[in-house]
């Protein structure tokens, strides 16, 4: 109903960059595509973490950790999603998911996995000094 898969992650030297992307399909979404869609990571041995989250009117919001550093977009189609992650740090290696909340349903405030029922099979990221 909802299929979301993550491309792009890899190794990379620390202050380097790689670009994220997910191709975003699914029969409950109606025209306009999915209201809400973001990133989370997880490092080994931790619990998931918010990355960034753009709504159906581009409006973003980031975790402190990648202000400055990530940038979450979307294609017109709604049907692509990407993160631009420069000047990369160690502290980036995780898997990284994309996710998008319920069809239909606007971001909620609280920028938390529980408001997010669709998740990829996640890409790996690994950033080396």
């Known amino acids: 109903q909802v299929q979301l898969v993550e491309s792009g992650g890899g190794s990379v030297q620390s202050g380097g960059s790689l670009r994220l992307s997910c191709a975003i399909s699914?029969?409950?979404?109606?025209?306009?595509?999915?209201?809400?869609v973001g990133w989370f990571r997880q490092r080994a041995g931790q619990e998931r973490e918010a990355v960034a989250r753009?709504?159906?009117?581009?409006?973003?919001r980031y975790i402190d950790s990648v202000k400055g550093r990530f940038t979450i977009s979307q294609d017109d189609a709604k049907t692509s999603l990407y993160l631009q992650m420069s000047n990369l740090k160690d502290d980036d290696t995780a898997m990284y998911f994309c996710?998008?909340?319920?069809?239909?349903?606007?971001?909620?405030?609280?920028?938390?996995?529980?408001?997010?029922?669709?998740w990829g099979q996640g890409t790996q990221v690994t950033v080396s000094t």
């Open positions: 753009i709504d159906r009117d581009g409006y973003t």
């Open positions: 996710v998008s909340g319920e069809p239909g349903l606007w971001c909620h405030e609280r920028f938390s996995a529980t408001y997010f029922s669709y």
């Open positions: 699914g029969s409950r979404y109606d025209a306009n595509g999915p209201y809400c």
